[in-house]
């Protein structure tokens, strides 16, 4: 697991990249329905608000999608990411050229529409295991290229990390215990080769799979796919041979069943949901003030 805690900054480094990339695509050699139609020198204020309520995350990341465009463009953030936000919440005014505001618009609000999403979904499951000791965990069912901003909108939520990528953690899944021959043989050869300071997880769909994970002393147990009860059997067991294993759970993962499954004593619970099925936060650009039938 990648314990990054909610509220740490984003790589603003790798994130410029990202951005000048994403402009690239959007922007090419420029916006010719602004050119065309804004004389050069024009001036705007834009006001960034919200049509429905929820989690915001992102400002950062706007903000550097506009300076990305127009490093002239005064920003002025109303709000901060964590922050829970009501319908018609204005979040950000940038002023400015009255093109590279509009240049700018629809990557910035892409971006913070998706990642203010995310940040509500996260916070409604969160919320639903309150009172238990699980935590909430993302997976790496993510958008390509958007690995980093949806991770990121998942601790601004109150989540936590799951590896990032195939190159910073063991989860060996069914796939590869089916390639190796077996869970024992699976562990043993990750352990010959990862560095010792990095945790092996087992995922397992049965108790007689949990048995073997157990008996190669494995880091992390995933529980895939288990009913509630299955898996406070399965935690029960587990806790009596190796107190000191984390235990996760996984597939299947609702907001409706994750109280029980946090009820069944597990530690984490990750949830593809939280990104890969996501409904984006309602969020707009007007110039000079927000339009009447926003609010």
Do not use: C
Not at 70 to 78: C, G, Q, T, V, Y
Not at 141 to 169: C, I, M, Q, S, W
Not at 182 to 194: F, N
Not at 275 to 292: N, P, V, W
């Amino acid at each position: 697991m990648r314990n990054i805690e909610p509220g740490l900054p984003l790589d603003m480094t790798a994130l410029e990249g990202h951005i000048r990339r994403w402009l690239e695509e959007d922007l090419g050699p420029g916006d010719v329905t602004s050119m065309a139609t804004i004389p050069d020198g024009h001036e705007s204020r834009g006001i960034i608000h919200s049509k429905e309520s929820g989690i915001v995350a992102g400002i950062p990341v706007a903000k550097a999608v506009f300076h990305a465009v127009d490093p002239s463009l005064r920003f002025h953030a109303k709000v901060a990411d964590g922050d829970e936000i009501g319908r018609g919440t204005v979040l950000a005014e940038v002023e400015g050229a009255t093109r590279s505001i509009l240049s700018a618009e629809r990557l910035a609000l892409n971006l913070l529409q998706r990642m203010s999403g995310i940040a509500t979904r996260t916070r409604q499951f969160v919320d639903a295991v309150e009172g238990f000791s699980a935590h909430i965990a993302d997976t790496r069912k993510t958008t390509p290229g958007h690995r980093l901003l949806e991770k990121y909108a998942v601790r601004v939520g109150g989540g936590t990390n799951h590896r990032f990528g195939l190159f910073d953690a063991v989860l060996i899944k069914d796939n590869h215990i089916k390639a190796s021959g077996s869970i024992g043989q699976a562990v043993q050869a990750a352990r010959r080769t990862v560095p010792h300071t990095m945790k092996i997880e087992v995922e397992v769909e049965t108790f007689e799979q949990l048995e073997e994970a157990l008996e190669a002393k494995a880091d992390i147990i995933m529980l895939d796919n288990m009913s509630a009860d299955r898996m406070k059997e399965a935690v029960k067991r587990i806790r009596s041979v190796s107190p000191h294993v984390l235990v996760e759970a996984s597939g299947g993962v609702t907001l409706e069943r994750v109280r029980e499954i946090a009820a069944a004593g597990v530690d984490i619970i990750s949830v593809g949901a939280l990104t890969h099925t996501i409904q984006a936060l309602d969020i707009s650009l007007d110039i000079h003030g927000k339009k009447e039938h926003a609010i």
